[in-house]
């Protein structure tokens, strides 16, 4: 019921930055949260940052004061703003939409941060 589909990814040196975008489609309505997630190399996926429909924010530690996430509600289209990246930020990142309390996913989105 709900598409999204992801950019903004690829390679950057440490200290750069990115900026994801996901744009939603479909059954756009009464999506009370989105976010992002990411998953490395042999890691577990986590959150890395969600916005409510009311607009509040959260972040995992390890991003906070570095990552921005945030809507244009016009266009359906969540943003991921990075700055100030680190190796250890390499990894998938993954739009995430829940609706009616059920989750979309994206296909991802590839982050490499290296020198």
């Known amino acids: 019921q709900v598409q999204l589909v992801e950019s903004g990814g690829g390679l950057v040196q440490p200290g750069g930055s990115l900026r994801l975008s996901c744009a939603a489609s479909g059954s756009i309505f009464s999506i009370d949260v989105m976010a992002w997630y990411r998953q490395g190399s042999g890691k577990q996926r986590e959150l890395v940052a969600s916005i409510t429909s009311g607009g509040k924010t959260n972040y995992a530690d390890s991003v906070k004061g570095r990552f921005t996430i945030s809507t244009i509600n016009a266009n359906n289209t969540v943003y991921l703003q990075m700055n100030n990246l680190k190796p250890e930020d390499t990894a998938v990142y993954y739009c995430?939409?829940?609706?009616?309390?059920?989750?979309?996913w994206g296909q991802g989105t590839q982050v490499t941060v290296s020198s």
């Open positions: 995430n939409a829940i609706r009616n309390g059920w989750p979309y």
